[in-house]
């Protein structure tokens, strides 16, 4: 059994002082569990070399030049980070559409950095039923053209649009069944099955139920993650499960 993935988004949040005070917590814990955290870039630095590995939120699709205010895989990987989130739906959002992050996803692998592959249905598809169609389209257009190696490098989060900040949360079936069809597509149409994840209003308390996924190999989490003592309650109570 492999140990679970458990992901801090902390998006854009946090002053200096709240990190020093976040970090105070968190770098006084070992984890048996793999616990990787994502903080905005410009504390990147004070995340590095502690008991859990550091994604940076968001890159370019270029190794370097004329892009004023990105970051590239290559800088990224040159400061020793690890992760990258790649498709989050905050991003989306912003018009980040599939062919972009398929050229995010390449320029990760090729740079050495492992990707955390974000996707999910928001609320108008899935009451139009269309959550598999869309599921099986940001899969095929987003890891389009990676071979086996590169991808046992990529952790698929889904995350339902609607359950993302929203404190709505699927059911366990609802989870289940979705991650059960992606794992169908991935072994349909890829050359290799990614872990999945789950992501979306995860918290200290619901955690204890979704812990109980089988099929899930680890949770994204965003706004219980800002608050270092929330986040240690919920890696416990997964790593107690493991
Ligand atoms: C996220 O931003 O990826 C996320 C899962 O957020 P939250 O846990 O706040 O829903």
Known sequence: MINKYIIANLKMNMTAQEVKEYLKIMNDTMFCSNVIICPSDIYIPYFLNHSYDV??????????????????????KSMGIKYAIIGHSDRRKMGEDDLIINKKVKKCLENKIKVIFCIGETLEQREMLKTDKILKQQIISGLRGLNSKQLSNVLIAYEPVWAVGTNLLPTTK?????????????????????????????????????K???????FLIGGASCNANKFLKIIEIIENAQ
């Not at 994604?55 to 990224?76: C, D, K, R």
């Not at 109980?212 to 680890?218: A, P, Q």
């Open 55 to 76: 994604g940076i939120q968001n890159v370019y699709y270029e190794n370097n030049g004329p892009f004023t205010g990105e970051v590239s895989p290559l800088q990224a």
């Open 212 to 218: 109980n996924l089988k099929n899930v190999d680890g």
């Open 174 to 210: 609802e989870i289940s069944d979705c991650i059960d069809f992606i794992k169908t597509i991935c072994s349909k149409f890829l050359t290799g099955l990614p872990f999945i994840l789950y992501g979306g209003s995860i918290n200290e308390e619901n955690i204890s139920t979704l």
